[in-house]
C-alpha cells in the first residue's frame, strides 16, 4: 500500500481530488484530510499497483504532491487505548512512526521508518 499526500486549495478542492480518482478509476483504501494555515492536506491510501496511476491523475489535475510512502494498514481491536499501545509497539521496536490514522472497517493506517518492524508490532505480514 502507498500512502499519497498532497496539498490542496479551498475545502472544495478535496472533493475535486476524490472525484479525479474516481474518474480514473481508483478505489482508495483509506482518506483523512485536514486543514493547515492555508488550504488542506489530504492523505490517499491505494494499493501499489494504482499508485502511479493516482499520483499521475492528481498531478495532471494541478494538485500539489507533498509526499508518497509505503505504508501498512491492518486490522486493530477498536478499545480505548489501542492507537497508544500501537504507537508504543513500533516505538519500542526502535522505529519512527510517520503516519498513523484508522480507515474504515476497524483497520488502521501506518507509515513508519522500518515497515518490518511496523509490520512486528502490529502482528502483521508485509507483502
Not at 507533498?66 to 500501537?86: H, S, W, Y
Request: charged fraction near 30%; glycine fraction near 8%.
Amino acid at each position: 500500500m502507498q500512502d499519497l499526500t498532497f496539498v490542496v486549495g479551498e475545502d472544495r478542492a478535496v472533493a475535486d481530488l476524490w472525484e479525479a480518482l474516481g474518474e480514473v478509476g481508483i478505489q482508495m483504501q483509506a482518506s483523512c484530510t485536514f486543514p493547515r494555515l492555508e488550504g488542506r492536506i489530504v492523505h490517499i491510501v491505494v494499493t501499489d499497483e494504482e499508485a502511479d496511476t493516482a499520483y499521475d491523475a492528481l498531478r495532471a489535475r494541478s494538485f500539489i504532491p507533498l509526499d508518497r510512502r509505503k505504508v501498512l494498514i491492518a486490522n486493530i481491536n477498536p478499545r480505548p487505548g489501542e492507537l497508544g499501545r500501537i504507537a508504543r509497539a513500533i516505538a519500542d521496536r526502535d522505529a519512527k512512526l510517520y503516519i498513523l490514522y484508522m480507515a474504515t472497517g476497524n483497520r488502521v493506517v501506518v507509515g513508519a521508518s522500518d515497515l518490518d518492524k511496523a509490520a512486528e508490532a502490529l502482528d502483521v505480514v508485509t507483502g
